[in-house]
């Protein structure tokens, strides 16, 4: 089955820095990759994700990167707020209809205000 | 849009009862709903897969008499957690997709289940 790595397990940044989550995974034939971000008490919220056929996909402050060939994908967080602040989980699953996703470990990532 | 609820939010119960967890999509019909388990400080364990109308597909090591899961229309979707113990205590969050062409999972609120 699939099998995937996140790091780093905490990260702190200054308020306006950058904060990049990577991760592995390990099954060559997983072709979606979301990033959720969850806070205390709540369910994962969904914030970016990308598709095998696309090496990086943006979405204002948030970005995402995929190495197909390396088999590993990352976050990216340019001008970090306080409200970023959460546990960050990457994802890998073989596609559509039944196939559930693998999680990574999860990153919890503190802005220092 | 691709709004989950989970109901209740928190449950405390005896040990020995049962619970019943319940998922819905609410702006959207769900072919696949999964069920996971999350204990705190840690990521979320696919616990069953369960599609509509049909039997749940559960994990290696989660016993499908002990946590009963029914998808009994395109929105819904209840876990049970029968005879519960102490070790059942745990943040249960579901997840929904809509339609068997589509990527994207939508999580519930989550649904935080103490048993004492």
Known sequence: GENVEQHPSTLSVQEGDSAVIKCTYSD????????????????????????????????????????KTAKHFSLHITETQPEDSAVYFCAASRGTGRRALTFGSGTRLQVQP | GAVVSQHPSRVICKSGTSVKIECRSLDFQATTMFWYRQFPKQSLMLMATSNEGSKATYEQGVEKDKFLINHASLTLSTLTVTSAHPEDSSFYICSARAGQGNYEQYFGPGTRLTVT
Not at chain 1, 31 to 47: A, T
């Open chain 1, 28 to 67: 060559s034939a997983s072709n979606y990759f979301p990033w959720y971000k969850q806070e205390l008490g709540k369910g994962p919220q969904l914030i970016i994700d990308i598709r095998s056929n696309v090496g990086e996909k943006k979405d204002q402050r948030i970005a995402v990167t995929l190495n």
